[in-house]
């Protein structure tokens, strides 16, 4: 069996057309499109462009687009068949024989099918003299052909060797069209497949192509279904993808090019789980998923500037400080099951590179797995850097955690147990008294995460592509200084759920700053989970936590909301206790600590009766309390 090729349009990506043909191949992609305003305004000829791809072992899959090729004003048809000669000139010095035609959108535009069928014949005979080949794709706008089917039956009707159909996915799914019908299509005649997901917005469809695609996974489309169906019409041909976005066209190419074919691959994966792979292709199969169980750690740099603010909060939150590392300047408190490591230097290994001493930050999320190495092929398999970690002062412990990157400044560590405790053996130092306290708290129940805008869509497609996170409906959140786009992601495991929240935020400050911009109230907090939300910030305040003042504005309007009670209020008030409650009987309790630094800040919380969600309606009111500090 042979693998699929995988392809790319250049238009998916920013950059100089020998920059993008340099990244395409060293993110592992077999070949291209060739989008021809990349190709007119390179200082290259296609000769010369032909050869750098055929030096950097990468194939000339498509030239596009060939538009308004049909008219009803046979002088301009005959204009249109000049022009197409002259598109067979360059593709005959670019050693690229497959032309991709569009539908017409043109008020000009043929209307009658077999005038239609009568033209896209001599132009597929032109092609054919030619040594070239023809894919007629239905733009989604196209103003007579504007289905995948209707495209087909044009097809079907020329009957012509030169003449194939093009499948674009954002074209059919945008449509709301059902994809199944490819599968009658004969797959020999399908001539080339472009695939892009896209999130589900209600605006006009020309400019939701223009501005919106996305790579698979990063959307909401039914992408497997619809591979599966062209799985299963025998298409043997390049998958690729023609993505039409504003913030690819400004971002890293090389970043850009690798989210792309991990895309591809993933795509493939999830193909697999809905189609068995036909006798012809082999449809990418990554290695499996290790086990994986719940957060166990969490790694803060605080710098030397807020190591005691932070040091301080987490005592109020029920920890304890336990153990300090002499000569790697941390901090070890525990509470329960969980350990919080606070790094007081700058600019170590164990602090996140580049962090400003005032923006605390969390720089990584310890995850129990048993077997690590499992997720460590995995990452690499799909293009995701992964490495297994050593740690200060622990020898023979290497193979014991891997850790996978998902932001500029916080990373995912897949920890076993045995590391735990090689880990905290290394700490050398320890206070005289522990005090022994009833736990406040029992677990993280979620975790949220600034995300530069340029780097949202790639952080969501890591989650989803390695381990399998269930993206839920993103939110937008409008609060005192703007607006936060967030979007939750899950994943059950044998121990529950993790749970991560990423928050967009506009960008960095520079450049060499891996952090986004700070924004006063915070975008990235940590959320511990307990079993009674009352004892606990009880238990808190007596340990002496200060809790998030909320206004008595809000406890008045949840009183007309829910009806909960003066004393259930009261008691909220006091507190600073939120809720809100789902409709089928789940409710939602937390509270706020201020924030440390500029951005971060601790959430407690307690789930009742399936409570799925995060109390987003509460977060205007949250981030308006923070702001009074």
Not at 115 to 142: D, K, N
Not at 476 to 492: E, F, K, N, P, Q
């Amino acid at each position: 069996m042979t693998h699929i090729a995988t392809s790319v349009a250049t238009v998916s990506l920013s950059g100089s057309l020998d920059e993008k043909m340099r990244a395409i191949a060293d993110a592992g992609f077999d070949g291209f499109e060739v989008f021809e305003p990349d190709l007119i305004s390179s200082p290259d000829l296609p000769a010369d462009i032909a050869k750098k791809a055929a030096d950097l072992g990468l194939t000339l899959d498509l030239y596009q687009p060939f538009r308004d090729a049909d008219s009803a004003d046979p002088e301009q048809f005959a204009r249109n068949l000049v022009r197409a000669e002259h598109k067979f000139d360059v593709m005959e010095q670019l050693g690229c024989d497959l032309l991709l035609v569009c539908s017409s959108p043109l008020a000009g535009a043929v209307r009658d099918d077999a005038l239609l069928v009568e033209q896209m014949a001599t132009l597929a005979e032109r092609a054919h003299r030619r040594g070239m080949r023809l894919a007629y794709e239905a733009l989604a706008w196209g103003a007579h052909v504007n289905t995948y089917r209707h495209a087909w039956d044009i097809v079907r009707q020329v009957d012509h060797p030169a003449l194939g159909t093009c499948l674009d996915s954002f074209h059919i799914l945008s449509r709301g069209d059902d994809s199944a019908g490819i599968r009658e299509i004969p797959g020999e005649k399908i001539f080339f497949l472009q695939l892009a997901d896209a999130p589900h917005l209600v605006m006009d469809v020309l400019q939701w192509s223009r501005h919106h695609r996305c790579f698979p996974g990063q959307g909401s489309f039914d992408l497997a279904r619809f591979g599966a169906d062209v799985a299963a019409s025998g298409y043997s041909g390049p998958w690729s993808l023609e993505i039409f976005n504003d913030v690819f066209r400004h971002s890293d190419t090389g970043r850009t090019a690798s989210d792309a074919h991990r895309s591809l691959l993933y795509l493939q994966e999830q193909v697999r789980d809905v189609e068995t792979p036909s006798a012809g292709n082999d449809l990418f199969a990554p290695p499996p998923p290790g086990p994986i169980e719940n957060v166990v750690s969490l790694r803060i740099a605080a710098g030397p500037a807020k190591a005691a603010q932070l040091g301080t909060t987490l005592r109020h939150l029920g920890f304890d400080l336990t153990a300090a590392h002499s000569e790697h300047g941390l901090s070890l408190f525990t509470q329960g099951p969980l350990a919080v490591a606070v790094d007081t230097t700058v600019d170590t290994l164990w602090t996140a590179p580049g962090v400003p001493a005032h923006l605390p930050a969390l720089a990584q999320i310890g995850i129990r797995s048993e077997r690590p190495d499992l997720w460590l092929t995995r990452a690499r398999a799909l293009g995701v850097t992964a490495s297994t970690v050593s740690m200060p002062g622990v020898a023979d412990a290497t193979d014991a955690v891997v850790r996978l990157a998902v932001t500029g400044a916080t990373s995912l560590d897949l920890r076993t147990r045995h590391s735990a405790g090689a880990w905290q053996s290394a700490f050398d130092l320890a206070p005289k008294v522990v005090q022994e306290n009833r736990a406040c708290v029992s677990h993280v129940d979620h975790i949220a995460l600034a995300v530069p805008a340029e780097s949202w869509d790639g952080v969501m497609l890591l989650l989803r592509s390695v381990f399998g996170m269930v993206p839920h409906e993103g939110q937008d959140v409008v609060d005192a200084i703007g607006l936060v786009r967030s979007r939750a992601l899950t994943l059950a495991t044998a121990n529950g759920t993790i749970r991560l929240s990423l928050n967009m935020v506009p960008g960095r400050p520079s450049d060499s700053d891996p952090l986004p911009a700070a924004r006063r109230g915070g975008v990235g907090h940590v959320a511990f989970g307990c079993e009674g939300i009352y004892a606990a910030a009880s238990a808190m305040t007596e340990r002496g936590l200060t809790p998030l003042r909320i206004s008595p504005n809000y406890y008045r309007d949840l009183d007309a909301r829910f009806g909960l009670g003066s004393e259930t209020l009261d008691a909220m008030q006091r507190l600073g206790i939120l809720y809100d409650a789902d409709g089928t009987g789940g409710e939602f309790f937390h509270f706020f600590t201020e924030t440390v630094g500029d951005d971060l800040f601790f959430e407690v919380v307690q789930r009742v009766g399936g409570y799925e969600g995060y109390g987003e309606t509460n977060s205007a009111v949250r981030l308006a309390a923070q702001l009074q500090y």
